[in-house]
């Protein structure tokens, strides 16, 4: 059996809009913020428990709770290009209306749960990919 995806269908509206639901109760697991191991741990449970909600739903597609973090991933990416797209063509010189249609209103419902700066480039930010560790917040240091 395919790990993914047992069933041949198309994620039907109803799916699409139980899970941009379910994403509104958990924007952390939306947004892929549930890192840490604890979290990977309730990220599971939470693709697990939606993946039931979504495979009870009627007339759609029949995944695993693999298969159906796979569909948000994807179905972000493709949303932010769509929308980065779109941005693109809004600034850009020449006038007239953005190239393509208007998003959708459950694309808008998703762009809400990701945020306000979901699909737009950040200009002048740094992060620094070494933030220096503060040894006295819940870690111990061991002596040899």
Known sequence: MNETNTSSSRVSFSQLEALLAFMEEHRELAAGFLRSTEARHKSQKLWEELG???NCIGGGSI???KGWSKYWSDYKNKLKARVRSLNKSHTGT???GA???PLSAIEERAVGIMGPQFGKNI???QVDPLPPLNLNEGCCVVSI
């Open 63 to 65: 995944k695993t709770a």
């Open 99 to 101: 190239l393509g249609p």
């Open 94 to 96: 020449g006038g007239g």
């Open 52 to 54: 039931i909600t979504l």
């Open 123 to 125: 200009k002048n930010v």
